[in-house]
């Protein structure tokens, strides 16, 4: 069994947990902060069997959005730099680690 930890820009939380659960998956949110993505993430953690965990990651890779966001530039004391303009970044729509899990039980 495995415990696949997943974190997952809040503009594609619903359509994510709907489509996890829609293919027979549980899945469990969690509100999360950090620096992972601008727009803020949340955490998701999905508990499935080895030879299901393929189709979970191509469920998340199907439903979650990659973007161009703009970051502020460095700033520089130099008059007239271009450091100060802003930069498109490229920024993942998710990231998602793979665990072992030792033991399962449910109460």
Sequence with gaps: MKLIIAIISNKDTNN???AITQNGYS????SSAGQFLT???TTIMVGCD????E???????KNLTKR???TPGVTSTLSGSFLNQ???VEEYGGVAFTLDVEDFQKF
């Design 16 to 18: 994510v947990t709907e």
């Design 27 to 30: 899945v469990t949110k969690i």
């Design 39 to 41: 727009d803020g993430h």
């Design 50 to 53: 080895d030879d299901k965990v």
């Design 55 to 61: 189709k979970l990651f191509e469920i998340l890779k």
């Design 68 to 70: 161009i966001v703009k």
């Design 86 to 88: 802003a930069v498109d």
